[in-house]
Every structure is written in structure tokens, then in C-alpha cells.
């Protein structure tokens, strides 16, 4: 695995050598006020929330929990923490104070710093270190930064949680060499341009808005955005317009539902889209394609190991498929689960709760098909696979069938226990606006399947739901569904 060397900090020795005039990042806060930011700015309001983080105890090696949303703070905390040498650890603003105790007994933060909204869920939580709560973020303490410390690629930069779709969430600690190492999927799969404007929608604590939200960008020579507000369809489309926007990163779900909504409109800024998280499914890439023009370039990594398939720029993917194995990283199809080296993934993690990683191959926990041209098209987790009178049926595959129908919003694909069959398949579905729950649309739904793909894959049970029980990073919780 290349390494950086040792001895480097991406502060100094990245942010602090961009032009100190040159845009940075574009922050739309929740209240309506737009900002642009220059690298000098960020250098300076993050070298004195550095030396506020130092006088509370942070040094190399220390956490620091962040619970604020897409705003300037978020981006000042990572560098401040960067620079120091700390881990940090950014959470979700959709954590409840179980969540965050949690994540406090196990990650043992030197500080907690949160924004006013989400102060009581901290205070719920019952910290036993310092709670550093953000005003209105745009004047900071001007304290004279702190030196910039020497850094070795296992020296820790981030502490991450996963998803927690089959149990608990495990602690994943990564290096600095996860932070430099995203120049790899930065350059070859999110591929914004010198210049452009690039906005990844994830929200703190997923993983992937810890690399994307503006590391990425930046390794680019491109801008970021952030914007501070709940989703929804026609605002999410509106900033698009307003800024400008040159590479967008959103989750599937995202996608779908902007693509349920109604017509996409005049999007003419973009000229790539991508995303990863979860199967995407072909009605998705088809309704986009079909209104804008553009195809979304899905992808693929985990929590641990960072991003490690794409569809790259020029690429020419089957439908469905979520790309192949970015320059370099060598990955494996070992009965129908996809297996990676570690030594040739950059951003591949330190260990699980302080302890080092298993050794040899990474086993992705993932079924996965590889065709002859070497594409991967996700299927489902390993412990997902649903075996029905011998047949295994990834729940992918049927979700985007479903997705393909009229009335489908949202849906999700689980194996129920049967006395005659093992399993069957079972389609927990969130209906669009204007269609009604009925035994008549179930059957619909059956048909539809059967018609669509092979017949032992249609869900024998569908269960109309106002909602799909998700973790905070929007992943389904199939365990919760069972």
C-alpha cells in the first residue's frame, strides 16, 4: 500500500499551501444565509478553534466528538483536529442521547462540540469531559494557532461508526493516510474539475461526508458546497440551479425521490452525478437519464476501507452496475462474496475498537456478481441473501424491479421464515402519493415481479408501510424489519 510520507500534516502542508485568497467552500445555513469562504479564512478561524481545543486538553492522538450539521463548523473542527494530530469523531445530528452515549463511552472524546439545536440530546447523554457549544460560528475566539503537528499514515484522523444494519455499530479508527489516500476515488470517481463547484448532500457522521464534503474537493482543485437543511426534492433541485452546481454526490434514496417527485427540470450545470451508499437500481438511472441526460455513476466502499469501485469518467457501465475496482485496488469475487487486499487500498482502516484489523484478505461481507468484462453489480449482504426452496435470491435485484413500478416509492426486500420453503420473500413497500394499500395492488405487485424477472424471486408477502426504518446515514434497517 502506498503511504504518505511521514512527518506530513494536511493542514500545513495542503490547505495552508492554497492560495489564502482562493474560494473554498459555499455554506447555506438553515436560516437562509449564504457565505463564500476563502482557504484563508478557514486557515485562521480553524487555527483558533485549534488553540481553543488545545487549552481544553486535545493533542495528537485525542477525540474530539462534533454533533453540528452541514455548516462552517463541521469544516473548522476536522482542520482543527487535523492539525492537532486528534481524531474526529462527527456524528449525526439524527443520534439520541443513547446513540451519542454510546459513542462517548467507547470513543472517550477530550471534548464534545455541538451547536446549540442539539445541545439538551448532548447534555442528555451526560459527557464527562468539556462541551464546547457553537454560537453562530463566524467568530471564533482569535487565538494564535497551535504549530501543526508532524504525522505518521497511522497516526489517527478519524474515529467513524458503521451503520449498525445487523447489530450494534462498530468503532472503525482511521489514519492520516485515509485523508491523503482520498485522492485516489477524489480524482478517479468523484472527478470534479480545477475550479468547479462540487457538493456531496451526505450529512455528518456517514462516512462518506467525512471524505467528500469537502476533502474531496479540495484534493480536486474544486469547491465544495454545504448546506445546513432537511431534504427535500424541489429545495434540493432549486440550490442546484442557484449555484451552480458542477459534480453531484447524493444518496440512492435521494435520487429516487427526487426522480418520484415530479420532472427534473433544468439541471444543465452538472455534468456528472454519482453516488454510493446502496444498490441504486436501474428506474432510478433510467428516469434521470431519460429527463436530464446525465447517467449516475454509482460506487462502492465501506466505513472501513473508504471507497473502492466506480463508474469513472467515460465509462460506459451496464445498467446496474456499480463499476469496477478504482486504479490499483485489487479486489476478488470469492464465492459470490467480494473480497479485498488491504495493501493495495490507500484508505483502508486502522482497526475496530482500538484493535488492528484481521489479517490477509478483507472479506467486504458483500455478495457481489463480476460479468466477463469485469463490471460488479452488488447483490446483497451475505447475511441478506435470501435462500427460497434452494434458489438464493439477493433482495437487490427485486427492489429494483418494484422501484420499476408506478406506485412504488420506497422499498425493501427481506426473507421471512417459512415452514415449506426455508424462506420466501417478503416486500415491505412505501406506496407514492395518490395510490392506496390494497389487496388488489399487492397482487399487482406480485405480477409485476413475475413478469419483469425470473418468477421464485416475487415477494410471496408485501406489507404496505408509511416509512423504512433506516440508520442515521439512511441505510435500511433489514434487521428491524424482520
Not at 442557484?242 to 427534473?264: F, K, N, S, W
Not at 454509482?298 to 476501507?305: A, H, N, P, R, V
Not at 459470490?336 to 467486504?364: A, H, I, K, Q, S
Not at 395518490?434 to 415477494?459: H, M, R, W
Request: charged share 25%; glycine share 10%; proline share 7%.
Amino acid at each position: 500500500m502506498a503511504q504518505p510520507l511521514a512527518g506530513r500534516n494536511f493542514v500545513r502542508d495542503f490547505v495552508e499551501t492554497r492560495p489564502p485568497d482562493a474560494p473554498a467552500i459555499i455554506t447555506r445555513t438553515a436560516e437562509g444565509r449564504r457565505r463564500s469562504w476563502t482557504f484563508g479564512e478557514l486557515v485562521e478561524r480553524s487555527g483558533s478553534l485549534a488553540a481553543v481545543f488545545a487549552g481544553h486538553g486535545v493533542s495528537r492522538g485525542s477525540v474530539v466528538l462534533t454533533l453540528v450539521g452541514n455548516r462552517v463548523e463541521y469544516v473548522l473542527a476536522i482542520l482543527a483536529c487535523l492539525r492537532l494530530g486528534a481524531a474526529a469523531l462527527p456524528c449525526s445530528e439524527q443520534l439520541r442521547p443513547k446513540d451519542v452515549a454510546l459513542r462517548l463511552a467507547r470513543a472517550k472524546p477530550v471534548v464534545v462540540m455541538c451547536d446549540e439545536r442539539n445541545r439538551a440530546v448532548v447534555d442528555a447523554a451526560s459527557p464527562d469531559c468539556a462541551v464546547l457549544v457553537v454560537g453562530d460560528g463566524y467568530a471564533l475566539a482569535g487565538a494564535a494557532p497551535p504549530p501543526a503537528v508532524d504525522l505518521g499514515p497511522a497516526d489517527p484522523a478519524f474515529v467513524l461508526f458503521t451503520s449498525g444494519t445487523s447489530g450494534e455499530p462498530k468503532m472503525v479508527t482511521h489514519g492520516q493516510r485515509y485523508v491523503w489516500g482520498q485522492h485516489l476515488q477524489a480524482t478517479e470517481w468523484m472527478a470534479a474539475r480545477r475550479g468547479e463547484l462540487a457538493w456531496s448532500t451526505a450529512a455528518p457522521g456517514w462516512s462518506k461526508s467525512a471524505r467528500n464534503s469537502f476533502i474531496a474537493p479540495w484534493l480536486c482543485g474544486a469547491r465544495a458546497l454545504l448546506q445546513d437543511r432537511r431534504f427535500d426534492p424541489q429545495e434540493r433541485l432549486d440550490t442546484v440551479r442557484q449555484e451552480r452546481v458542477d459534480v453531484l454526490c447524493m444518496a440512492p434514496t435521494e435520487y429516487r425521490l427526487i426522480a418520484a417527485h415530479g420532472p427534473i427540470g433544468d439541471v444543465s450545470s452538472l455534468h456528472r452525478i454519482i453516488t454510493a451508499g446502496e444498490a441504486l437500481g436501474v428506474p432510478v438511472v433510467e428516469a434521470w437519464r431519460q429527463q436530464t441526460g446525465l447517467v449516475i455513476a454509482d460506487g462502492y466502499g465501506q466505513t472501513e476501507t473508504g471507497h473502492l469501485v466506480g463508474v469513472r469518467p467515460g465509462d460506459a457501465a451496464p445498467a446496474g452496475s456499480m463499476g469496477r475496482p478504482l486504479p490499483g485496488v485489487r479486489v476478488e469475487v470469492i464465492d459470490g462474496e467480494l473480497v479485498v487486499d488491504p495493501e493495495t487500498v490507500p484508505t483502508f482502516f486502522l482497526g475496530y475498537d482500538g484493535e488492528p484489523p484481521p489479517g490477509g484478505l478483507w472479506r467486504t461481507g458483500d455478495q457481489v456478481r463480476r460479468d466477463e468484462d469485469g463490471w460488479l453489480f452488488f447483490e446483497a449482504r451475505v447475511d441478506d441473501v435470501i435462500v427460497s426452496s434452494g434458489y438464493r435470491i439477493g433482495p437487490a435485484e427485486v427492489e429494483s424491479t418494484l422501484l420499476g413500478h408506478a406506485a412504488v416509492r420506497e422499498v425493501a426486500v427481506i426473507g421471512v421464515p417459512d415452514a415449506e420453503r426455508g424462506e420466501v420473500v417478503a416486500a415491505v413497500v412505501v406506496l407514492k402519493d395518490g395510490f392506496v394499500a390494497s389487496d388488489t395492488l399487492a397482487a399487482e405487485l406480485q405480477a409485476y415481479v413475475k413478469a419483469e424477472t425470473a418468477p421464485y424471486k416475487y415477494p410471496r408477502v408485501v406489507r404496505f408501510v408509511d416509512t423504512l426504518p433506516k440508520t442515521n446515514s439512511g441505510k435500511i434497517r433489514r434487521a428491524a424489519l424482520r
